[in-house]
């Protein structure tokens, strides 16, 4: 299969969003059998482009892996884990927000095991702020007091990308946890 088609009018395959990455097509336009048909990419770049992205807003703020309160009733001293709630996909489905956190370093503003800190984007529709809102605050984030930023409609942010697209399809809830 050549990499560029004879007919005018019709662009390079190489061009096309699905066709991968790398030394193909060799000099003289051959290509592996396996890679993608023309056919495939074009069906391929109408599925991409039919997508939809929704509208979304997120909150930068930090948190610890555990949250230690005192028990208004009894007075006793509990810790609450808080990120380990967060980050579960079903609460986070329910909740309809996705999130990424990532662990911040041993040091002044972060220890090491529970007592770790963790820097997390909240990403959600703003039509679900209310709920977004509740969710946090049942496990003791007071996500209000923290700036709401729109999301670029228009960012190469590959999270923010997958994010916007993920929520378009309803597909809510995805929380990425780096360390």
Same mark, same amino acid.
């Given at each position: /299969? @050549?990499?560029?088609?004879? %007919?005018?009018? %019709?662009?390079?395959?190489?061009?096309?969003?699905?066709?991968?990455?790398?030394?193909? @097509? /060799?000099?003289?336009?051959?290509?592996?059998?396996?890679?993608?048909? &023309?056919?495939?990419?074009?069906?391929? +770049? =109408?599925? /991409?482009?039919? %997508?939809?992205?929704?509208?979304?807003?997120?909150? !930068?703020?930090? /948190?610890? =892996?555990?949250?230690?309160?005192?028990?208004?009733?009894?007075?006793?001293? +509990?810790?609450?884990?808080?990120? !380990?709630?967060?980050?579960?996909?079903?609460?986070?489905?329910?909740?309809?927000?996705?999130?990424?956190?990532?662990?911040?370093?041993?040091?002044?503003?972060?220890?090491?095991?529970?007592?770790?800190?963790?820097?997390?984007?909240?990403?959600?529709? @703003?039509?679900?702020?209310?709920?977004?809102? %509740?969710?946090?605050?049942?496990?003791?984030?007071?996500?209000?007091?923290?700036?709401?930023?729109?999301?670029?409609?228009?960012?190469?942010? &590959?999270?923010?990308?997958?994010?916007?697209?993920? !929520?378009?399809?309803?597909?809510?809830?995805?929380?990425?946890?780096?360390?």
């Amino acid at each position: /299969m @050549p990499a560029v088609r004879g %007919r005018v009018g %019709r662009k390079p395959l190489t061009e096309y969003q699905g066709w991968p990455k790398g030394i193909y @097509p /060799m000099s003289d336009g051959w290509v592996p059998p396996c890679y993608p048909k &023309e056919e495939d990419l074009i069906a391929y +770049e =109408e599925r /991409m482009n039919a %997508r939809k992205k929704a509208t979304l807003v997120k909150r !930068h703020l930090c /948190m610890k =892996e555990t949250m230690a309160f005192t028990c208004f009733w009894c007075r006793a001293s +509990e810790e609450e884990p808080q990120l !380990h709630q967060l980050r579960k996909r079903e609460f986070a489905q329910k909740s309809e927000y996705s999130m990424l956190a990532y662990a911040m370093g041993e040091g002044e503003y972060s220890g090491e095991g529970d007592d770790r800190s963790y820097f997390a984007i909240v990403f959600y529709e @703003p039509s679900k702020k209310s709920k977004v809102e %509740r969710a946090f605050k049942s496990t003791g984030l007071e996500l209000g007091d923290y700036e709401q930023v729109v999301v670029d409609p228009d960012s190469k942010m &590959e999270q923010e990308e997958k994010f916007m697209y993920a !929520h378009g399809a309803g597909e809510v809830g995805e929380v990425i946890l780096g360390v």
